[in-house]
Nanobody, 114 residues
Framework: VQLQASGGGLVQPGGSLRLPCAAS????????MGWYRQAPGNQRELVAS???????NYADSVKGRVTISRDNAKHTVYLQMNSLKPEDTAVHYC?????????WGQGTQVTVSS
């Protein structure tokens, strides 16, 4: 499975970004899809995740500002981020799980700054 994430960039506080991540290869067996982030000096942490049945999970720090969704036909997961804050600045990574293992994308930088 290969993952291609995009959509990062520089945005002002209060702005929005949408991060898509497309899976290719043996992507038909994917159940779990998620987004993590890692800021300099910090550990990688969960932002949000979604199962194939639509069950979602969010970090407390992003609840109410972030929505995760997926298109199973396109094997793509989306992270819609609104009301962005400077503390959201981090490299964002998408990840998917198959019954065999987890896969990680290359990361996309999100910078929130005025």
């Amino acid at each position: 499975v290969q993952l291609q994430a995009s959509g990062g960039g520089l945005v002002q506080p209060g702005g929005s970004l949408r991060l898509p991540c497309a899976a290719s290869g043996s992507s038909g067996s994917i159940n779990y899809m998620g987004w993590y982030r890692q800021a300099p000096g910090n550990q990688r942490e969960l932002v949000a995740s979604i199962l194939k049945n639509g069950y979602t999970n969010y970090a407390d720090s992003v609840k109410g500002r972030v929505t995760i969704s997926r298109d199973n036909a396109k094997h793509t997961v989306y992270l819609q981020m609104n009301s962005l804050k400077p503390e959201d600045t981090a490299v964002h990574y998408c990840t998917v799980n198959t019954p065999r293992r987890a896969y990680w994308g290359q990361g996309t930088q999100v910078t929130v700054s005025s």
